[in-house]
């Protein structure tokens, strides 16, 4: 019994010396990217429709529709699986990309070509290209794993969306470790009391801000999970938009887990 | 209790058609082709352009969570040629997915394959010819499809129970063969013809980059042998379908922008067992003169060691080099160049494709298929006239 409490007197020291001890700029925005990451544990599987309007310099919009499927993947090697379907523009349709992000090197995908009924594996190295024609790259859907950037702690702000105005944010920089990415850097607010990301700045490989991302209109699922259903995407260097809207989203839904198989892609309806 | 049954039957059917979604799209397409040669044959002879529409309706009705029945039908009428004016379904089916099992009834589509310029391994649909010579349209294929999701690959079975004919052009159609094709004096090995039942069975996998398939077919060829054959009319083609065997292996490694393809085939019941293969890369610069674009660079050699018993291919020695620009704007636009040449001849086929979305819901395509150098006395003289330039508006719906 006494033992036991040495032991127990023990740890909490040892507790008591990490958490006193000052964290480097490093380790705190490493420990807030975590943070956000074990917040959003458990989800198990998504569902969700998806609508992308991209708007250029003269404001004239065309709009994508999609849907998303995704599987929690908790693993040292693997990230999650993921599914996207588009519904529209027409020509399209049917049109689907499967994604099995790992959490080093590079990622596993297949294209589906309705019209061909082709499955094609495709190149994984593109990272920084252009989501069907949006001001969004392929990584910053398919590449959000912690382990994939480097992160530093900046400052404590309030945060700078008029949605979240009252919150205080971290604000951290993050750098992409992988290859090929399109971005220098990223600067992130997160907000210090539910750590939901509100804004993420984007700077080119010559170290130019050229895209701004904000997050709005914020909705919990399952008392736990803070998904955002708003998203805008500004490119400062060209002037064009793409925004996301979300309908609402389905978590651990009991998701069939095949529809994550190659194969079973030409079943797709 | 018997007619509880009955009733609980009755309604077990009747009750999905009320929660279920019945989708339907589609395309019309206006498509003009113009021929820059004169045609050798004298019913084509004023044929320098020709005009055409076709719609592609497809309708899917979801039953349940598991079954969905799809219809595509295809027709398209040719202002010149009676043969090109033709009909199909694509599509008529009703899919049974179980999750890691799944079932196909009825008329459908299957692609196998991995190579750009050539689809050897792909065998189970016959080719739309009159729609366009690259093997890409196919006709509706009756089937029992199941496949079984292993954990380890699938494994596909086919039972084919009826076969299709290939589609060729007519008398006033292009671009022609060398000789009109007879295809009501169609011959078969198979002595009940048409319905002969085929088989396949297929398995593909994953290992890390690779992707590999397996697949071994028995049946009526989908490939016909040409017979040159006296008719009163004069010589003609006499399509015959032979009783083949194909095993077939596609192989597909995947590192980083690199593709490393390979699609190998031994086939016999066409005179000697033959080997033939289509193996190459694909490489892909992403964002290339630092804008948002990609471009691909394909090169692939064709081999095929088939016989004269065997029907006729240009890909007998032949190297392919392409490029794929694809713009990755809002209207996805997109730019395929590519050129066969055959190392022996140096005879040498061109084809550009050309796409872009006008407007939502139109799209636009362009296509050339060009001959810049045909040896002399070889076989594809015959194609040499028979150059073509297409333009297509596609309305989709």
């Known amino acids: ?269 | 209790m018997r007619y509880l049954l009955l009733l609980s039957a009755v309604f077990g059917l009747a009750l999905p058609a009320q929660g279920d979604a019945l989708d339907v799209s589609g395309f019309v397409e206006a498509e003009g082709r113009a021929f820059p040669s004169e045609s050798r044959s004298i019913e084509a002879l004023d044929r320098a352009a020709s005009g055409s529409f076709a719609l592609q309706p497809e309708v899917r009705w979801q039953l349940d969570a598991q079954s969905t029945i799809t219809v595509v039908p295809f027709v398209r009428f040719d202002a010149d040629d009676s043969e090109r004016t033709h009909w199909d379904l694509r599509e008529a089916n009703i899919l049974l997915n179980a999750g890691n099992w799944d079932l196909r009834l009825g008329l459908d589509k299957v692609f196998w394959g991995v190579a750009e310029s050539r689809h050897l391994a792909d065998i189970i649909n016959q080719t739309d010819q009159v729609e366009g010579l690259d093997e890409e349209d196919k006709l509706g294929q009756p089937m029992v499809n199941l496949n079984v999701l292993t954990g380890v690959g699938t494994l596909s079975g086919f039972l084919l129970p009826y076969f299709r004919e290939r589609t060729f052009v007519g008398l006033e159609g292009r671009p022609a063969l060398p000789l009109p094709v007879a295809e009501d004096l169609a011959v078969f090995e198979a002595p009940d013809e048409e319905r002969h039942i085929d088989y396949a069975i297929r398995w593909q996998g994953r290992f890390g980059e690779f992707d590999i398939g397996l697949s071994h077919f028995h049946g009526t060829s989908r490939e016909p042998s040409l017979v040159p054959t006296f008719s009163p009319g004069g010589l003609i083609f006499v399509p015959f379908y032979q009783l083949i065997d194909q095993t077939s292996l596609d192989a597909q490694a995947t590192f980083d922008a690199w593709l490393l393809k390979l699609e190998a085939i031994i086939r016999s019941g066409q005179g000697d067992t033959f080997f033939a293969a289509v193996g190459g890369f694909e490489y892909t610069v992403y964002g290339v003169f630092s804008s948002n674009a990609d471009l691909g660079v394909i090169a692939e050699y064709h081999r095929d060691e088939r016989g004269i018993s065997a029907p006729f291919t240009i890909f007998n020695n032949d190297l392919m080099v392409g490029a794929r620009l694809a713009l990755n704007d809002e209207d996805d636009t997109s730019l395929i160049a590519g050129g066969v040449v055959d190392i022996d001849t140096r005879t040498t086929f061109l084809t550009f494709e050309f796409a872009t979305r006008l407007a939502e819901g139109w799209k636009l395509e362009a296509e050339a298929r060009l001959l810049p150098y045909v040896a002399n006395g070889s076989v594809e003289t015959s194609f040499e006239r028979e150059q073509v330039v297409i333009i297509r508006l596609q309305r989709f719906f």
């Open chain 1, 1 to 269: 019994m006494e033992q036991l409490r040495i032991i127990l007197s023990a740890v909490s020291f040892f507790l008591l010396v990490a958490v006193g001890r000052a964290e480097t700029p490093e380790e705190k925005g490493l420990a807030i990217a975590r943070e956000v990451d074990i917040r959003n544990r458990g989800w198990v599987d998504s569902s969700v429709d998806l609508q992308m309007v991209l708007e250029n310099q003269q404001g004239e919009k065309s709009e994508r529709r999609l849907w998303l499927r995704a599987l929690e993947i908790i693993s040292s090697t693997d990230g999650d699986k993921s599914l996207t379907y588009f519904v529209a523009p027409a020509d399209i349709q049917g049109t689907s990309l499967l994604s099995f992000a790992k959490l080093v090197g590079p990622d596993d995908q297949w294209l589906y070509l309705p019209a061909l009924k082709r499955v094609k594996r495709i190149a994984s190295s593109n990272k920084s290209g252009t989501f069907v024609g949006s001001e969004f790259s392929y990584e910053d859907f398919l590449a959000q794993e912690v382990e994939r950037f480097r992160y530093r702690f900046l400052r404590e702000e309030p945060c700078p969306v008029a949605e979240a105005r009252q919150l205080s944010c971290f604000v951290s920089e993050r750098i992409p470790t992988y290859e090929n990415s399109g971005y220098s850097k990223q600067i992130g607010w997160v907000d210090t009391k539910d750590y939901r990301p509100w804004r993420l700045d984007f700077f080119d490989t010559k170290g130019d801000q050229f895209k701004r991302l904000e997050f709005g209109d914020y909705r919990i699922y399952g008392g736990k999970f803070w998904r955002s259903h708003d998203l805008r995407m500004v490119n400062l260097a060209n002037g064009k938009r793409t925004s996301l809207r979300f309908g609402a989203y389905k978590l651990n839904n009991g998701l069939d887990k095949t529809v994550f198989d190659p194969d079973a892609l030409p079943r797709l309806r």
